[in-house]
């Protein structure tokens, strides 16, 4: 199964290049929207997922000032474009409503002339959020398959230019879903060639098909975690990605008790030394993220174990060479 390399043309990453505010610590006030805070910044080092409580019958969503801020679009929530700037880009098209039907994944498409940057947005029912890069090719054209969640989706499209910033709202629904427990997602930059998502259930080890959630076990097919022969408490691997940027996403409902672990993978030489991402995990009412910071091709980024029920997270910056056993992944026993 060959892992192709797909590139878009969008060379800068995260707020840097827009020339926007991209110092997370000075979060603007709304509404100021041109005013970007930047969702990707690495090495802010604030909402340090470790210091997540870890009292063992705390499963209710922790206070609003504790989770982290990725919203790229504060406090615009009407369905439909809202510019802010001039010399806007051009948005087809404006979907202000989209029904999505049984799915977990949904392929936004359309147009943005003029933009230089693009972000999404997806905040779930259930205060559920991810976020990551748009690519934009050639005109502004794009497409990227992004994780909705289950019922109704509050879906933001930021496409920026050097003086002006649009968002499109679009409300996304759902149907004949779950609103699983576990939600891991990745996103990287440009550098990164085909990162790879990892959920590795409780004894498990990295690319064993049986206990590892990976794109060899859990994209056209399911391991059976949980209880045997019980298909709905089995992983999946529901969006898949291999060039820049991503994302992918892992979701899970009705864990088995124990630790999980999340890792990620550099799989292609082709990637950058410096690619920088991060994992976005939505577990059970909490947000978490973790940075993940050059991140080597053949080299294994521990990010987080995961105590279910507890539902807690133990934010790691583990890092793993295996470039020295490396066949189709990483063939060290991990974690
Ligand atoms: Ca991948
Ligand atoms: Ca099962
Ligand atoms: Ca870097």
Known sequence: MAHRIHTLALSCWAGACLGLACDVEETPAPPAPVEIPDPQG?????DDPAEEPDAPDDTDPPPPD?????????????????????????????????????????????????????????????????VGTIPLGA????????????????????????????TLVTELVTTECIDADLRVTTVWDAGGADWELHLVKPGG??????????????????????????????????VDWLGSYGPENIVLDGLEPGVYTVLVEHWSSAGSADSDGRVI?????????????????????????????????????????????????????LP
């Open 205 to 238: 080890s990295i690319n064993d098909n049986a206990t590892d959630c990976t794109w060899t076990s859990c994209v056209s097919v399911r391991p059976d975690w949980g209880v045997a022969g019980d298909a709905t408490d089995d992983p999946k691997k529901d």
């Open 42 to 46: 690495w090495d802010d080092g604030e």
């Open 139 to 166: 005109g502004g054209d794009y497409a990227v398959t992004v994780p909705v969640f289950c019922g109704d989706n509050i879906v933001k499209r930021v496409f920026t230019n050097a003086s002006c910033a649009v």
């Open 66 to 130: 504790d989770r982290p801020d990725i919203d790229p679009a504060p406090g615009i929530e009407e369905p439909g474009l809202h510019d802010e700037g001039t010399g806007c880009p051009t948005v087809t098209p404006a979907d202000e409503h989209i029904d999505a039907g049984a799915v977990t994944a949904y392929q936004l498409s359309g147009s943005a002339s003029g933009a230089s940057a693009a972000q999404f947005y997806v905040r779930g029912r259930n205060q559920e959020e991810i």
């Open 281 to 333: 995990i939505n577990l059970a009412g909490k947000l978490i993220v973790i940075d993940i910071e050059d991140l080597a091709p053949h080299q294994v980024w521990t990010a987080a174990r995961i105590t279910w029920p507890e539902a807690t997270v133990e934010a790691l910056a583990d890092v793993h060479d295996c470039s020295s056993n490396w066949s189709g992944g990483c063939r060290d026993a």
